[in-house]
């Protein structure tokens, strides 16, 4: 199957275009995958295949994954790179050192764009909403980092519509610079939440979506329909595990197969396919451990989602 080039999306009503699909480093670069020259190819290949949008995380390792990325990133001509991080997870037992404070903001934004190697992210992500900390408090720093040109967009992760609703409504009212993307976990076996709250609120207010898991931790590609293969990750993460490697969900993966064979592709392709086609997405985070896992990823990009065959996959993953 010969692959297509890439194909570009705006982060919902704003002018940076993202690639279709993206990479990210979560559990891999720096945690499963320590190898200088393994990561070195796997960036390299995705840059040549027109993967532009690189999304890391200072949690991601404890920084091992912002400087690993980062080394490789920092070969890459900087105007051709879309680079996001996020803060919220504890990174020390400090007291301090977590949450979406004012002083966690502003510090921990200075230790990613050191890791990375570079004068500012194109996305800062706040991980996850904090109780603690006043709405107003984290949207006035994170303004103060655009202005500062730290950051040229702020954005959002497993947020709830409520929360991400009330934030745009008070950087509205304060002309401050609201978030601008949302990273909510989705794929085929993780459909509810984004399809029935979260991607009513970011159309309504032009904001877009940057989607990770699409692969359901790898469970989409098949390589647990005869159980759990040393190594993998649903074999590493335990709350992973405990919420999707069910036999209601694995049913679903093999009878995916069925229509993967008909169409001469794999699971994983086409699961990544439909993701990308659904309404809203901006860009689907993909993960790799090896270059030619990521080959594998980028014949997504050579399968077209009819209508019919929408409906054929979501009718296997349907939800209550």
Known sequence: MNQPSMTYRPLGRCGTKVSTFGLGGWTTFGGSVTENSTIHDILHRAFEAGINFFDIA??????ESERMMGKVLGEFPRHRL????????????????????????????????????????????????????????????MDDLIHQGK??????????????????LFCQSKRCYAPQVEQPQYSLLARE?????????????????????????????????????????????????????????????????????????????????????QPGISSVITGATQVAQLEDNLGALAIKITPELNRSISEIFTYA
């Open 193 to 277: 939440r984004v399809e029935r709250e979260i991607r009513k609120t970011t159309e309504e207010l032009g904001m877009g979506m940057v989607v990770w898991s699409p692969l359901a931790s790898g469970l989409l590609t098949g390589k647990y329909d005869q159980g759990l293969p040393e190594g993998a990750r649903l074999t590493r993460v335990d709350w992973l595990r405990a919420g999707i490697l069910t036999e209601a969900n694995l049913d679903k993966v093999r009878r995916l197969k069925k229509i993967a064979d008909e169409l001469g592709v794999t699971r994983s392709q086409l699961a990544l396919a439909w993701t990308a086609a």
């Open 58 to 63: 200072d949690i991601y390792a404890k920084g």
């Open 151 to 168: 950051v040229l967009y702020w954005g959002t992760s497993e947020w709830s519509a409520a929360q991400i609703g009330e934030v745009s």
């Open 82 to 141: 879309v680079i996001s991080s996020k803060l919220f997870w504890p990174m020390s037992d400090d007291v301090n050192d977590r949450g979406l404070s004012r002083k966690h903001i502003m510090e921990s934004v200075e230790k990613s764009l050191k890791r990375i190697g570079t004068d500012y992210l194109d996305i800062y992500f706040c991980h996850r909403y904090d109780d603690e900390t006043p709405l107003e408090e984290t949207a006035r720093a």
